[in-house]
């Protein structure tokens, strides 16, 4: 008699995230820089001028912005929806760490921002710039160090950051929305109710569900509230499982979309999205300009703020028996993970953009404050963990 087959958790998904994130940041910082050095070369009037070049009434910008990074947004809900449902969220004992983590890393940012922007209510409006983290920069830099670093921080990391990213989402929704048009946001809002009667109907198949992404994104684009949120909300609809008896099966719907998301995300949508928004010409600017409020709170909230509040609330929250710091990691290891947390670059641009729609100038000074507390952050965080040996990892007793 034949032995049972034995059903396998696709535990492959998290490794392929982790290694798919790790090669897309290092194109993302490879892009970033080609990006710096063409806006300040000869070809910065074409770069800026096709960027700024309209396309079926909108700019190419526009396009990047609001339809090629619907798709980033999509992969991201993708990601938050299985890593609640059946990943390394799934449990509130999984969530406590990188759940106060996260909350540390979104509140101390914002808060040393506003510090410098108090009086200032035009640029006041960008506190939540330095509160997001890019996972594939950060997982990026970590591959650089190889075995240095134990894969309980990589998971550590990524599962701070889906949730970093569920708190970006949530802050553009809520404070990023203006003018809205009721009649397309009912009209977004009954095509969700569609896809949700899908996928109670157990519809399988991923093609209805994309065809009304695709007019819940103009829907959602027409109503005044961003785009990129359609992405999110269709990926919540999109099913995990096909049956009850089969909760984490890989060839669930959403394992499916995602897998087939990755590489195009990681390796087309981020790193366009990267070259179209971090050119920034630096000629006339000086060191003046970065101590400017805008880029000087955005630097220091991402270098200070995100190292303070990821560090303080895990450290808060393993003291004081509500979690434990991962195995084999010691705590000058995690110090240099939050060190990493730092680098904002991919969803900080966003927001900039989002918080400064009709400002060229806050705009420049929003990508060179990104850039140098990424870079600060990213560089710091090398340094501190690139000491560790393989052997020295050992278990840490908290």
């Known amino acids: 008699m034949a032995a049972p087959a034995t059903r396998t958790k696709p535990l492959s998904a998290l490794r392929d995230f982790l290694h798919g994130e790790a090669a897309g940041g290092i194109v993302l910082m490879v892009v970033a820089a080609l990006a710096l050095v063409v806006a ?52 509130w004992s999984r969530r406590v760490l990188p759940g106060f983590a996260a909350l540390g890393g979104m509140v101390a940012p914002a808060l040393i921002y506003v510090a ?39 998971v550590f990391l990524t599962a701070l950051a889906i949730l970093d990213d569920l708190g970006a989402v949530i802050i553009i929704a809520v404070f990023y929305t203006a003018g809205l ?9 009954a095509t969700l109710a569609t896809l949700i009667a899908l ?92 101590a400017a409020p805008v880029p000087f709170g955005i630097m220091l909230g991402l270098f200070l703020g995100k190292q303070i509040g990821v560090f303080g609330f895990s450290w808060l929250a393993i003291r004081t028996g509500f979690a434990d710091l991962p195995t084999r990691a010691s705590w000058a290891q995690f110090y240099g993970i939050a060190l990493l947390c730092g680098i904002g670059f991919t969803m900080s641009l966003f927001i900039g953009l989002l918080a400064f729609p009709d400002s060229e100038a806050l705009q420049s000074q929003t990508k060179i404050g990104v850039i140098a507390g990424s870079l600060l952050s990213g560089i710091c965080g ?5 000491p560790a040996r393989p052997e020295d990892m050992r278990e840490s007793k908290g």
């Open 40 to 91: 300040n070369s000869p070809a910065a009037p074409l770069y800026f001028g096709v960027l700024k070049s309209y396309v079926l009434g909108l700019s190419v910008l526009h396009w990047i912005n609001d339809a090629l990074m619907a798709v980033f947004f999509l992969l991201v809900g993708l990601e938050i929806k299985r890593e609640m449902l059946d990943g390394q969220l799934s449990s």
């Open 116 to 154: 410098f922007n108090l009086g200032a209510p035009e640029s006041l409006r960008g506190w939540a710039i330095p509160t997001a983290t890019d996972i594939a920069f950060a997982l990026g830099v970590l591959s650089l160090l190889g075995s240095r670093v134990p894969a309980s921080l990589k």
């Open 181 to 189: 048009s009721g009649l397309h946001l009912g009209l977004a809002a």
């Open 199 to 290: 996928n109670r109907l157990g519809v399988m198949r991923l093609a209805p569900y994309l065809l009304l992404g695709l007019a819940l994104w103009y829907f959602t684009l027409k109503s005044g509230v961003h785009a990129t949120l359609a992405g999110v909300a269709l990926a919540l609809t999109i099913p995990l499982t096909p049956s009850p008896a089969k909760p984490d099966d890989a060839g669930s719907p959403l394992h499916r979309l995602e897998h087939g998301l990755h590489p195009w995300v990681a390796f087309l949508v981020i790193p366009v999205f990267g070259f179209a928004n971090a050119g920034v010409s630096f000629a006339g600017l000086g060191l003046s300009t970065l």
């Open 382 to 386: 090398w340094l501190l963990l690139r």
